[in-house]
């Protein structure tokens, strides 16, 4: 598999000088299997320009970790989405009380959107309950995880090759004692083991304290984290619209020299990752 970094910001985007390294635009990742199906990764305010480098694209499968605006609000302005010619699965959290087409229709409807969700004859949408399924060969394990709403982990295997994906996530929950037991910690059964993950790093530890409960990692909970599920290697994601090139840098460089036997890769944009 090929990742390719298109969003990298959480909560909302924050384009402008400050932010040129690491990206302004809200979280969208692409996901080349060996076989050159795509399947990417939410549709943050990033899948705008990745659907202008899709157009054309027979099929296309999206993952939605949630459906908080960061992660949605590209959707409309998916070029494949509003191509007759490209067919479009949506996959995202099921839900008790509306499906996901219904949940979706919200955002994709006036007042909002001029455009309906019946107007779109080529998309299709799939409800994802905890479990495990295939699409075009790579196999998805999907579990629900500590965050606001109905929030799905995901777990990517192709070939040997994990690659694992948690935007949104706070395994810690103002826990002073973190990490616990890993039966007893969100995100472990998708994380454990992965070649990559791809994970929540919004706060410092500072920050933090004052956000318990918001649903997002601070710094030492990332290390502690990825130290506990032995990932090869963690890249960091979401990061929060208020941190500039600069903050991210040194927020960075103490995740670095805290974390043991994990390899950090700083989420900046347009980042390229081959497993």
């Not at 993952?63 to 908080?68: E, P, Y």
């Not at 949408?125 to 606001?148: C, K, M, R, T, W």
């Not at 995100?187 to 706060?203: E, T």
């Not at 990061?239 to 960075?252: G, I, K």
Request: with cysteine; hydrophobic share 35%.
């Amino acid at each position: 598999m090929n990742l390719r970094l298109w969003g990298t910001r959480g909560s909302i985007a924050a384009a402008g000088a400050d932010t040129v390294r690491y990206g302004g635009d809200t979280s969208s990742v692409e996901v080349v299997s060996r076989t050159g199906d795509r399947l990417i990764l939410d549709a943050g305010s990033g899948i705008r320009s990745l659907g202008i480098e899709l157009s054309g694209v027979d099929k296309i499968d999206i993952l939605l970790s949630h459906l908080h605006m960061d992660h949605v609000q590209g959707l409309p302005f998916f070029v494949p989405l509003l191509d007759p010619a490209s067919e479009v699965h949506i996959w995202g959290p099921v839900s008790t009380t509306q499906d996901l087409r219904e949940r979706l229709s919200r955002y994709l409807s006036p007042p909002l959107f001029p455009i309906m969700v019946r107007d779109l004859a080529n998309v299709y949408f799939h409800d994802v309950p905890p479990g495990e399924f295939d699409i075009n060969g790579v196999h998805v394990q999907a579990d629900l995880v500590s965050h606001p709403g109905s929030t799905l982990g995901y777990r990517l295997t192709e070939s040997g090759s994990t690659v694992s994906y948690l935007p949104d996530h706070e395994p810690a929950m103002g826990d002073p004692g973190f990490p616990d037991l890993p039966e007893w910690t969100s995100g472990f059964d998708i994380a454990a083991g992965s070649d990559l993950l791809i994970h929540d790093a919004q706060y410092t530890d500072d920050e933090y304290l004052e956000r318990v409960g918001w649903g997002h990692t601070s710094t030492t909970q990332l290390a502690r984290f990825s130290e506990m599920c032995e990932v090869k290697r963690v890249l960091t994601f979401h990061h929060d619209p208020s941190h500039t090139d600069e903050a991210l840098d040194s927020q960075h460089s103490d995740l670095e020299s805290i974390i043991e036997g994990v390899e950090v890769v700083r989420g900046t944009a347009d980042l390229v990752v081959e497993l």
